[in-house]
T-cell receptor
């Protein structure tokens, strides 16, 4: 069965610090997809990134970067030079590519607070 | 504007009174899904639909019903709500492409309280 673990329940840092959110997953499939979503205080869920299991290249998007390591089943998310607007709950999620069914399993979420 | 809409956004009801939460998307997505979000548990899938008239159970389907009569709509029905269904509910949709899993786009959420 697929499972996603975000061991960090809450993280609090001072603005401009770098911060890494951990995500560890379990799956028996060789083909799967990993996602990160952001949930700001307003409550909506915002898609950040999708990564398939065959693409282990790290990705950078502005101050955001993602480190995918199949050897450790991890898909960590780093925010560089954090800003107050980055304060949110961040979810990591996993989907196995099974007959097109797109079952998304979420981690418990990490609440990130950026203090000015 | 491409979006997923849910109504109502907030609902307080009493045990046993049937209710429906509507969900609609304007992106012509085949896939739609309902999740509930509870503190410490993340989001858990209730039901999903791969296309019109095709629905299936997620991880926590008990006490819920869905239907998919039109591609754009996927209502969530609680026939006899109970207090343990108090939660934040999200509807989501995405494209379907063989074994490719596309990102899901979420509605704004419906906060339901059952007393």
């Amino acid at each position: 069965a697929q499972k996603v673990t975000q061991a960090q329940t809450e993280i609090s840092v001072v603005e401009k610090e770098d911060v890494t959110l951990d995500c560890v997953y379990e799956t028996r499939d060789t083909t799967y997809y990993l996602f990160w979503y952001k949930q700001p205080p307003s409550g909506e869920l915002v898609f950040l990134i999708r990564r398939n299991s065959f693409d282990e290249q790290n990705e950078i998007s502005g101050r955001y970067s993602w480190n995918f390591q199949k050897s450790t089943s991890s898909f960590n998310f780093t925010i560089t030079a954090s800003q107050v607007v980055d304060s949110a709950v961040y979810f990591c999620a996993l989907s196995e590519a099974f007959q097109g069914a797109q079952k998304l399993v979420f981690g418990q979420g990490t609440r990130l607070t950026i203090n000015p | 504007e491409a979006q997923v809409t849910q109504n109502p956004r907030y609902l307080i009801t009493v045990t046993g009174k049937k209710l429906t939460v509507t969900c609609s998307q304007n992106m012509n997505h085949e896939y739609m899904s309902w999740y509930r979000q509870d503190p410490g548990l993340g989001l858990r899938q209730i039901y999903y639909s791969m296309n019109v008239e095709v629905t299936d159970k997620g991880d926590v389907p008990e006490g819920y019903k869905v239907s998919r009569k039109e591609k754009r709509n996927f209502p969530l029905i609680l026939e006899s709500p109970s207090p343990n269904q108090t939660s934040l509910y999200f509807c989501a949709s995405s494209f379907v492409g063989g074994t490719v899993t596309y990102e899901q786009y979420f509605g704004p959420g419906t906060r339901l309280t059952v007393t």
